[in-house]
């Protein structure tokens, strides 16, 4: 479909340059998803959704929409183009809005990021029942009577997409995403009903774990989370669990955001250049991971990808802007979310790093919780464990940490060796000093 797609994209900017457009860029994209999940040991959902769509954005003198429809006949697309370019014209002008120089386009990196799985049209109904089945199963056997209830998914989705933008950037990727899901409801004292999962994705489905050892994860991990109480106000170490670390990281992330440096609503504005963590906290983004979950070879607006650090070792380097946001700035883009997001993992496990700290809590779940990116405080539940002499004594519940993250992450002292390999952020367990964990 490669080159019916890039064709298709061809013709709807020569229409609407026919029709008025200064420049456009257009993105046409077709993705299947199919889902099996069970419950009580039988199929509760069974899907499988294709969709197709047609996203055009516009530069009609000096304005700007975006605009998207599923209709790809031409017929209708004719139509289409010509009304969005005249309800372009009805738009205030934004002297910013452009497509971006050529030469960002330039310096594609000439590597195959292997993001679809060439065997994915052997994966066949009957394998993804297999596998909803046994992550089910898994989960149910480990839990034993405490198990109140257990759904289990397996869903994959595969997707291509076609950009050409009029000014010379053309792509095209296919990509695969297989996704195991395990999530189990318990009985506890009273009416307490701790909630666990566990999960896995990868973009190869030879690369996912074992769909019984996702199923006893769940279940261990809801299990460990009975009898979880309060402790008193305390200031002790705290470690956060790697798959946990986005959850917070998020806040620092949404402040090195173009809209929000140039809005004044990120309490990093004017700190760039300067030390805003621990020496422990680098943070690089790396699009060109093969088979990365964030990988790509060029950004939304066509600029050619490349490796970035934003933090390194505590001092603020850069922040994600895109095209539009330099030009408000006056700087010089980089990129305007996250790809592969990864902070580098230290040497020591987390057991023990639990040995030598003695008494801690490490954190394995986040609830609610809010960030101000404008002041940089934040507020968060946390759940997790208790531990003293490298042991778990206690499950937590209910608590709260409240800080600002210029002070928090200075609290850094230290990277476990267990980045999480299944979401775009390959995070770490990340281990903080003297934090004040607020309950009784």
């Known amino acids: 479909m490669k080159k019916d797609m890039l064709d298709l994209c061809a013709w709807v900017i020569e229409q609407a340059r026919k029709s008025g457009a200064n420049g456009s860029r257009v993105r046409v994209s077709r993705n299947r998803l199919v889902e099996i999940g069970y419950r009580e040991r039988k199929p509760e959902t069974i899907k499988e959704a294709t969709s197709q769509s047609l996203a055009l954005q516009l530069f009609v003198d000096g304005r700007f929409s975006w605009q998207s429809t599923a209709d790809l006949r031409k017929s209708a697309l004719a139509e289409f183009i010509c009304s969005a370019v005249a309800t372009t014209r009805l738009i205030a002008k934004d ?12 310096g594609r990196a000439a590597i195959d990021l292997k993001m679809r799985d060439t065997e994915y049209e052997s994966w066949t109904p009957e394998k993804r029942h297999q596998v909803a089945k046994a992550l089910e199963s898994a989960s149910l056997e480990a839990g034993g009577q405490a198990v109140i209830s257990v759904e289990a998914s397996s869903h994959d989705t595969y997707s291509e997409q076609a950009f050409m933008a009029s000014n010379g950037c053309e792509g095209y990727q296919e990509t695969t995403v ?50 979880g109480r309060k402790i008193k106000t305390e200031t002790l170490p705290v470690i956060v669990e790697n798959r946990d670390v986005p959850r917070l990281l998020n806040g620092l992330i949404n402040a090195m955001s ?11 504005a004017d700190k760039k250049g300067q030390k805003i963590a ?10 060109h ?72 809590i490490l954190v394995n779940e986040f609830i609610g919780g809010n960030s101000n990116s404008t002041t940089g405080d934040f507020s968060i539940g946390i759940g997790g464990f208790l531990f003293e002499n490298g042991q778990r004594t206690q499950t937590i519940a209910e608590m709260n940490i409240a800080d600002n993250h210029l002070k ?15 979401q775009p952020w390959r995070t770490p367990s990340l281990v903080f000093r003297d934090v004040v964990v607020s309950g009784l």
């Open 95 to 106: 002297e910013h809005r452009s497509l971006p120089d050529p030469k960002y386009y330039q």
């Open 178 to 227: 297989y996704v195991l899901v395990a999530e189990m409801t318990a009985r506890d004292e009273g009416d307490r009903r701790p909630a666990g999962y566990d999960y896995a994705v990868s973009r190869y489905v030879k690369s996912l774990p074992d769909a019984e050892a996702v199923g006893r994860r769940a279940a261990q991990r809801t299990l460990a989370m009975r009898g």
């Open 258 to 268: 173009g809209p929000n440096v140039q809005q004044k609503r990120s309490f990093l």
């Open 278 to 287: 621990s020496d422990i906290l680098t943070i690089q983004d790396d699009p």
């Open 289 to 360: 991971i093969v088979a990365g979950l964030g990988s790509a070879l060029y950004d939304n607006e066509g600029m050619a990808t490349r490796p970035r650090t934003f933090i390194e070792q505590g001092v603020l380097r850069d922040f994600y802007i895109d095209w539009y946001y330099s030009r408000k700035l006056g700087c010089e883009p980089t990129i305007g979310s996250p790809t592969n997001l990864i902070i580098p993992a230290g040497t020591r496990s987390v057991e023990d790093i639990m040995k030598e700290l003695g008494r801690g």
């Open 408 to 422: 928090f992450w200075s609290k850094l002292v230290e990277a476990a060796n267990d980045p999480w390999p299944h």
